[in-house]
């Protein structure tokens, strides 16, 4: 898949690995912001936040002409988990 994207956007196989990397990079700080903030709010109302920017950045995903603004997508995509 990395092959494919980095072919349809015309980037090296290592700038289409950083997608992954976005994603993944910030499960190393989010569980202590998650923490306080499902302290002060309603589990249901973070939850419900979080599933439509996960369905917004899927949509963003498919539609995107660059790989930057991908990119941003995954960044938003690995904010939310």
């Not at 302290?39 to 939850?47: G, V």
């Amino acid at each position: 898949l990395l092959g494919l994207l980095a072919s349809e956007f015309g980037v090296s196989t290592a700038t289409a690995g950083s997608l992954n990397t976005a994603t993944i990079l910030h499960l190393a700080i989010e569980p202590l912001v998650y923490g306080l903030c499902l302290d002060k709010q309603k589990h249901l109302k973070i939850l419900s936040i979080a599933k439509i920017v996960l369905c917004f950045c899927g949509l963003l995903f498919i539609w995107v002409p660059s790989i930057e603004l991908i990119l941003l997508s995954r960044v938003l995509q690995g904010l939310t988990l």
